[in-house]
């Protein structure tokens, strides 16, 4: 478990769909945020938005790729694993898990890509 973004932030961030659906839609595989503003059927500048939000809760990482002609473009991946919500007297609390990628190992993979 790691430490928890403020309950009150997180629990209205989760409260989004939107940003509940781009955590769903990039639990398996990593998408630009095109690629979500498609999927989802929302305008690119929400999808921004949330991506923005959920990437500085640490719910979301972010790497960049390049394509077979050098361009370089964002593609994100849900990194929240598990949220635990506990009702004490002071209030609530958060406990959050990540699920911790080998960032290394996916970029050289998609570099020996782009290479061949």
């Known amino acids: 478990m790691s430490d928890a973004p403020p309950p009150d932030e997180t ?3 989760l409260g989004d769909e939107y940003a509940r659906a781009i955590l ?8 630009t945020a095109d690629a979500l503003a498609e999927a ?3 305008a690119p500048s929400t ?3 949330r991506i923005d939000d959920l990437t500085g809760a ?5 790497a960049t790729r390049t394509d077979d002609r050098g361009n370089h473009y964002a593609e994100y991946r849900a990194r929240l694993d598990r949220l635990g919500v506990e009702l004490t007297d002071e ?3 958060l406990a959050v ?3 911790d990628r080998d960032e290394t190992a996916a970029r050289l993979h998609a570099l020996w890509g782009d290479l061949r």
């Open 40 to 42: 989802l059927d929302a």
């Open 11 to 13: 629990l209205a961030l």
């Open 58 to 62: 640490g719910f979301l990482s972010e």
């Open 24 to 31: 769903i839609a990039t639990r398996s595989e990593p998408m």
């Open 97 to 99: 898990s990540h699920r």
């Open 91 to 93: 209030g609530f609390e």
């Open 47 to 49: 999808v921004y938005d």
